[in-house]
């Protein structure tokens, strides 16, 4: 049976590969050649034409393929009151390759105020048709969990209790402000929950002097007080992402070490979930996942590279997910977005659309 609300039998995560045309534009701007009103123009008609894509490509859903931002979450972060995004001296790396030297501190008082991307959500809305505008955002253990207590101002937050606590209601705060600008549909991305399933990062964690099984109850308990009281027509989805950068990655390893708290205590509407290669494990993790109406879309479509999956492979997949959890609460989509940084993944627009169509194609076919 096909879904008439979020999420749909056929989603997709939120990022697509930037146009020329944004990327000249952006040069321009750096430059000083235009302003940001010129800036903003563009952007606007990119994304109105992404938009039109999505939709010839059979989806009801449609965001904005993160068009305004150069990442997936620093950009956010750094319209939160008491947060700052900084050069630091190395970037993230990741396997084989490194991002620019970027990272983001708390200096102040969490708070979400006139955030940017609130006015990015209304055009988006203004331009769906009548498809659903999703909206994307980090996760808020995203930021915590890279620098720790290192980077959250002791003098503000002497106290890590109070700061995931004002964490909480940070996100709190900017739910229902995405909600009063028309959002009903939102994903919080996470790369956290991925990197404590790996027994490579949780040395790193611990030798950082952290426990990676406490940080899991953590952030499971601050997803949970900023999801209270939420809007029963807003749905609010978790990306749990292993790392998408250039069509690199950084973690691996199944869901098992975070199952029973990610999918037995965190109160989100939908889970997506990774499942584009070995690095993902099993179906097994997904016995946790709560039986009734909690989705579980599964990323089975790479977007990693532009080779099209068998479609008769994806749909044996989904049956032996199915075996785990009711075949009722699964949904399909693309692994991750294809540009979670402006750099984009290794694959061509055709592709990437091709993509697209084949999860809207099995869908249609399986359900």
Same mark, same amino acid.
């Given at each position: 049976? $096909? /879904? ?8 997709? @995560? ?9 990327? /000249? ?28 894509? $999505? ?6 859903? @449609? ?5 305004? /931002? ?12 008491? @947060? ?21 501190? @708390? ?17 988006? %809305? ?48 900017? #739910? ?47 997803? %949970? ?53 070995? /690095? ?14 909690? $989705? ?8 990693? %590279? ?38 984009? %993944? ?5 592709? $990437? ?8 194609? #099995? ?5």
């Amino acid at each position: 049976m $096909q /879904r008439l609300t979020a999420p749909f039998r056929a989603d997709i @995560v939120g990022s697509f590969l930037r146009p020329l045309t944004i990327k /000249r534009a952006r040069e321009q701007f750096a430059a000083g050649d235009i302003d940001a009103i010129a800036l903003r123009h563009v952007e606007d008609e990119a994304i109105h034409e992404v938009v039109t894509q $999505q939709r010839a490509s059979g989806l009801k859903v @449609v965001t904005d393929g993160e068009f305004r /931002r150069a990442w997936w979450h620093f950009d956010f972060f750094n319209g939160l009151q008491g @947060v700052e995004v900084y050069d630091s001296e190395q970037g993230i790396q990741f396997n084989g390759v490194q991002t620019k030297a970027h990272g983001v501190r @708390v200096i102040g008082k969490l708070g979400f105020g006139d955030h940017p991307m609130l006015d990015d959500f209304r055009y988006l %809305n203004s331009i769906s048709g009548d498809a659903v505008a999703k909206m994307t955002i980090p996760s808020p253990s995203v930021l915590h969990f890279r620098g720790g207590r290192k980077v959250i101002d002791a003098t503000v937050y002497p106290d890590l209790e109070q700061y995931f606590d004002d964490l909480a209601q940070t996100y709190r705060d900017a #739910i229902a402000a995405f909600y009063a600008a028309g959002c009903r549909y939102l994903q919080l991305d996470d790369t956290v929950w991925a990197y404590l399933c790996s027994e490579d990062q949780k040395r790193q964690i611990r030798e950082r002097g952290d426990d990676p099984e406490q940080l899991a109850h953590i952030y499971a308990r601050v997803l %949970n007080k900023a999801l209270e009281n939420k809007p029963a027509d807003l749905t609010v989805g978790l990306h749990v992402c292993r790392g998408n950068f250039r069509s690199t990655w950084i973690s691996e390893g199944g869901y098992e070490p975070v199952a029973e708290v990610l999918f037995g205590t965190v109160n989100v509407d939908a889970f997506f979930l990774e499942y584009d290669n070995d /690095r993902s494990g099993g179906f097994e993790p997904l016995r946790f996942v709560k039986p009734g109406n909690q $989705q579980v879309v599964l990323g089975l479509i790479t977007t990693k %590279n532009g080779t099209l999956e068998d479609p008769e492979v994806v749909k044996a997949r989904i049956e032996e997910a199915a075996k785990f959890v009711d075949i009722n609460q699964i949904c399909l989509s693309p692994q991750c977005g294809f540009a979670s940084t402006e750099e984009g %993944n290794s694959l061509t627009d055709a592709q $990437q659309w091709a993509k697209d169509r084949l999860v809207v194609d #099995i869908a249609k076919a399986l359900w």
